[in-house]
T-cell receptor, first 114, second 111 residues
């Protein structure tokens, strides 16, 4: 069964450093998403991406964040200058166009900012 | 998107049916009811969705009341691996839009 994959599974970084989280969505999917979950809190939407541009973004997704689909298979989330409060699980998800309501999530990347 | 209300936690005995309720009294005509679950620290997993008819798949059944103001997710024979947080989400379907997760119901399946 096709699945969304994410790398790395864990990332530790120093405050102020840039990180790139990588995702490989399901191959025939056209909508892509990033969510995050701070430990003990709800899953929060960050951004959706379709047709090589951002469809929607939340208030969390400020200028420190960017997304890219560099090569037709990967979907990346970049945090330019990490802060302590960026420590969280980051989940990538993807969905088909026609049945966009069903989103398939990856296993997540646990980011720890020290 | 309409707001949903779910109990914070529930217990269920292994092998028994788990019935998870959700209230969505402000649901509008074009909004679907979706259920996802999150097993500890894993990515959320889609379970089932419906508009107004009851739905069943290999994982669960979804019962939606006639007035659509509430629904119940049924896991017919719960196993220990069904221990997870279950999220009821209401949103307009057929669009590539965000999912808004609440706190969900923490289901504990006990031997």
């Amino acid at each position: 069964e096709p699945e969304v994959t994410q790398t790395p599974s864990h990332q530790v970084t120093q405050m102020g450093q840039e990180v790139i989280l990588r995702c490989v969505p399901i191959s025939n999917h056209l909508y892509f998403y990033w969510y995050r979950q701070i430990l003990g809190q709800k899953v929060e939407f960050l951004v959706s991406f379709y047709n090589n541009e951002i469809s929607e973004k939340s208030e969390i997704f400020d200028d420190q964040f960017s997304v890219e689909r560099p090569d037709g298979s990967n979907f990346t989330l970049k945090i330019r200058s990490t802060k302590l409060e960026d420590s969280a699980m980051y989940f990538c998800a993807s969905s088909e166009t026609r049945h966009g309501e069903t989103q398939y999530f990856g296993p997540g990347t646990r980011l720890l900012v020290l | 998107d309409a707001k949903t209300t779910q109990p914070t936690s529930m217990d269920c005995a292994e092998g028994r049916a788990a019935n998870l309720p959700c209230n969505h009294s402000t649901i509008s005509g074009n909004e679907y009811v979706y259920w996802y679950r999150q097993i500890h620290s894993q990515g959320p997993q889609y379970i089932i969705h419906g508009l107004k008819n009851n739905e069943t798949n290999e994982m669960a059944s979804l019962i939606i009341t006639e007035d659509r103001k509430s629904s119940t997710l049924i896991l017919p024979h719960a196993t220990l691996r069904d221990t997870a947080v279950y999220y009821c989400i209401v949103r307009v379907g057929d669009q590539g839009g965000k999912l808004i997760f609440g706190q969900g119901t923490e289901l504990s399946v006990k031997p």
